[in-house]
């Protein structure tokens, strides 16, 4: 006859698995990976439980990262990450090249960046280049 903690057992471990289950579906955001898997683009959930850990919120980078997919914008999510860290913002940069790509405006995600860290509104400077193009 069993009595104890061995009775107990598979009710401890039971109660232990969905404290794992609910901690693991609180830290992992599947609404924003299967937002990125519907959009067509590509995060793995390994990128997301990665930039969790790194003290990243992974939809400050996911969701420009989706746009930029979205808009045919040559850019990895390494890059957005390295630029977010570098305290860039990348709604606005995206933003400014797609803006640039749509204008027939020459700007890579390197010169964007460049500018955005320098405390330039890279959409603006985009939207004058354009506006001087059709004054001339």
């Known amino acids: ?54 003290g990243i919120r992974p939809d400050t980078v996911v969701k420009p990262f989706i746009l930029a997919r979205l808009a045919a914008v040559n850019v990895s999510i390494q890059q957005l990450e390295k630029h977010y860290r570098a305290g860039g913002d990348l709604e606005n940069t995206i933003n400014g090249i797609i803006a640039a790509n749509r204008a027939d405006v020459s700007l890579t995600f390197s010169e964007a960046a460049k500018l955005d860290l320098a405390d330039e509104d890279v959409l603006q400077i985009v939207q004058k280049e354009v506006s001087l193009r059709e004054d001339h």
């Open 1 to 54: 006859m069993e009595s104890g903690v061995f009775s107990q057992t598979p009710i401890i471990v039971l109660i232990l698995s969905l404290i794992a289950v609910l901690l693991l579906i609180l830290f992992i955001p599947f609404s924003l990976w299967i937002s990125a898997l519907t959009s067509g683009v590509t995060v793995h959930l390994f990128t997301l439980i990665r930039m969790r850990v790194q």
